[in-house]
């Protein structure tokens, strides 16, 4: 969908003023290894200035949702400050509200949130405070823009009991999500949790139809299903693997294709939506950022993500003694460049970069700083990172191995406790 900005909500404002969207964001992202270990995959810095969760708030945000929640677990507090300083916008005099749910052993049984499903649970009674006719279920950790007002009116007009936001993938890259098979009106009649195998799309032997994660209820719907989940003891109280394969043998789930949702610039040649959970992936979603006609347009006012901007002076390069070479590449406020070659590279926030530096394909968190002469490519580097004079990195994989975490696509991220162990 390529947004029209005088009438994008004409039809479905009257649906998203009678919605809440409910975001899951408290999974650790283990996958990420150590870029994970102080803070929760929605938390993870993406894109220069941004963090992971920004995307679905600014989806929820540019759809006219105005009342959302945000259930917390794995190491929060990176996150919850996040919220606290960049979504502090919404105002109860006009219905609006952010709600941040930690789990707080809200049952009787004192439990953590047990899965997706027993996160919206534990939260009935706040979420009934708001009284919404609508819940919209979001992942907190991918990478996409959508009007889920679209989605919302494909759920009320198909009469639906839930609606599965779904994307077409590869089938290689499908068996970390929930698989589907739907009938010609768009019926789910098979859903299969992260299949070793998964089953092949009709007339499309190499694709599959995955969850995004994304699922719409009426509120009254969700919380009956909800209750009898939670009195079933075999259960895993969760969405994929519970609370969805029940909805499709038991009443009418619908699959609704991101496609017919996505929010497009024009610029683009297809829909966009990342899974940013492994180090590969995630290295290479900033990287492509970089191109010059990106898969992802972030330069699209229409639909901007928001997200905590800091005070940060403009980005400064210094040509002393030589010259600044920096090449189809994004400097955020606050950096320095000395004497450098920076090419196909991402530097976030305040990255201070040494002189007679090279950074190739690097991603560079907020304020780190290189030291000279510096050699780093097919790198991330974790927020404050202080890089060592002369360090090499990108040119000997089983040196890179011995000191760094390497993926296995060749990427090596450092952290400042593997630098710490260099100098020890």
């Known amino acids: 969908m390529v947004l029209d900005p005088t009438g994008r909500h004409e039809t479905t404002a009257h649906l998203v003023r009678d919605a809440m969207a409910f975001v899951l964001a408290g999974g650790r992202g283990s996958r990420l290894m150590e870029l994970t270990d102080r803070r929760a995959k929605p938390a993870v810095y993406f894109g220069g200035k941004s963090r992971i969760i920004d995307f679905a708030l600014s989806n929820a945000v540019n759809s006219g949702i105005r009342r959302i929640g945000i259930a917390t677990q794995y190491k929060a507090h990176s996150l919850i400050r996040h919220m606290q300083r960049g979504w502090n916008f919404f105002r109860a005099e006009r219905r609006e509200m952010l709600d941040i749910l930690p789990a707080s052993q809200r049952t009787d049984d004192g439990q953590w949130y047990l899965g997706t499903a027993d996160a919206v649970y534990q939260n009935i009674d706040i979420i009934e405070s708001y009284s919404p006719e609508y819940i919209i279920i979001l992942a907190g950790d991918h990478i996409y823009r959508q009007d889920y007002g679209i989605m919302l009116k494909h759920h009320v007009e198909s009469g639906a009991d839930v609606t599965v936001g779904c994307i077409e993938l590869d089938r290689s890259d499908a068996s970390g999500f929930g698989v589907m098979h739907i009938d010609e009106n768009d019926r789910i009649s098979a859903f299969f949790e992260k299949p070793a195998d998964p089953p092949a799309m009709l007339g499309k032997p190499d694709r599959a139809l995955a969850s995004m994660g994304i699922y719409v209820f009426a509120t009254k719907t969700l919380f009956d299903v909800l209750r009898r989940d939670a009195e079933d003891p075999t259960s895993d109280h969760d969405f994929g693997k519970s609370v969805i394969p029940y909805m499709v043998e038991n009443a009418k789930a619908i699959a609704h294709q991101f496609s017919q949702s996505c929010v497009m610039s024009g ?158």
């Open 267 to 424: 610029s683009e040649r297809e829909p966009y939506w990342r899974d940013v959970g492994t180090l590969d992936s995630f290295w290479q979603a900033n990287i492509d950022l970089m191109d010059p006609v990106p898969e992802l347009d972030l330069n699209d006012a229409a639909w901007p993500i928001w997200t905590y901007s800091e005070l940060t002076p403009p980005a400064k390069f210094i040509g002393a003694p030589g010259p600044v070479n920096v090449d189809q590449s994004m400097v955020s406020g606050g950096c320095v460049v000395r004497d450098a070659d920076i090419l196909n590279s991402l530097l976030f926030s305040g990255v201070q970069v040494g002189s007679k530096t090279r950074l190739e394909r690097a991603v560079a968190l907020p304020y780190c700083q290189i030291g000279d002469g510096a050699r780093l490519s097919n790198v991330i580097l974790d927020r404050g990172v202080v890089v060592p004079v002369g360090l090499i990195v990108g040119e000997d994989a089983e040196s890179d191995a011995a000191r760094f975490r390497r993926s296995e696509g060749g990427v090596t991220l450092i952290t400042q406790p593997m630098i710490d162990a260099l100098e020890a």
